[in-house]
Nanobody
Framework: QVQLVESGGGLVQAGGSLRLSCTASGSIFRISTMGWYRQAPGKQRESVARISAANNTNYAASVEGRFTISRDNAKSTVYLQMNNLTPEDTAVYYC??????????????WGQGTQVTVSS
């Protein structure tokens, strides 16, 4: 069974930084595309950043240049470094794991979410 445990959320002033971490149990981490998603009140969940097993990354336009996703396979952990935060970044952030074998995608796994609040 796969479990994703997030940490690192909190309250920060605009312009500040936070680093989120997500550690995965089980054996799928190395073959998974890992991602961070977020959901603000009254809005749909949206993709923030993803990193493939080959370390290819992509970002939402709204966070490009401010956020950095990275992974440590030895620790089965994915990180999201968030800099220059704005109140619009306030949301619950969710970690996602999607295991892949070639073109075959497995099911999605989700963490429980961690709150990020940015004050103006």
């Amino acid at each position: 069974q796969v479990q994703l445990v997030e940490s690192g959320g909190g309250l920060v002033q605009a312009g500040g930084s936070l680093r989120l971490s997500c550690t995965a149990s089980g054996s799928i981490f190395r073959i998974s595309t890992m991602g961070w998603y977020r959901q603000a009140p009254g809005k749909q969940r949206e993709s923030v950043a993803r990193i493939s097993a080959a370390n290819n990354t992509n970002y939402a336009a709204s966070v490009e240049g401010r956020f950095t996703i990275s992974r440590d396979n030895a620790k089965s952990t994915v990180y999201l470094q968030m800099n220059n935060l704005t109140p619009e970044d306030t949301a619950v952030y969710y970690c996602n794991a999607n295991p892949r074998l070639g073109s075959i995608r497995g099911i999605d796994y989700w963490g429980q979410g961690t709150q990020v609040t940015v004050s103006s």
